[in-house]
């Protein structure tokens, strides 16, 4: 069974950092596309990051120069690196994983999903 777990969230001020990481374990992974979402209370989930099983990552506009996605096959970890936080970057982060080798930006394209985490950013 696969299980992904998110840690590294917390509460910072804003123009603060954070990095997260994704736990993932089951199975393995070297041939997963893997992504990072987010969603704030009382709104959607938002893609924010994605990334392929030979590394090739691709950033939402709204995180683009400010966050950075990445991992470790060794390790079946995968991070997601966020500086110069903004409020608006506040909420639930999860991870979520998929066979496949591309990179996917849509959360239905999924098939594995973490418990999440919690970010908050303070004015």
């Known amino acids: 069974q696969v299980q992904l777990v998110e840690s590294g969230g917390g509460l910072v001020q804003a123009g603060g950092s954070l990095r997260l990481s994704c736990a993932a374990s089951?199975?393995?992974?070297?041939?997963?596309?893997m992504g990072w979402f987010r969603q704030a209370p009382g709104k959607e989930r938002e893609f924010v990051a994605a990334?392929?099983?030979?590394?090739?990552?691709y950033h939402a506009n709204s995180v683009k120069g400010r966050f950075t996605i990445s991992r470790d096959i060794a390790k079946n970890m995968m991070y997601l690196q966020m500086n110069s936080l903004k409020p608006e970057d506040t909420g639930a982060y999860y991870c979520?994983?998929?066979?496949?080798?591309?990179?996917?930006?849509?959360?239905?394209?999924?098939?594995?999903w973490g418990q999440g985490t919690q970010v908050t950013v303070s004015s």
């Open positions: 089951g199975r393995t992974f070297s041939t997963f596309a």
């Open positions: 990334i392929s099983s030979s590394g090739a990552a």
């Open positions: 979520a994983a998929r066979s496949g080798t591309s990179y996917y930006i849509e959360g239905d394209d999924y098939d594995y």
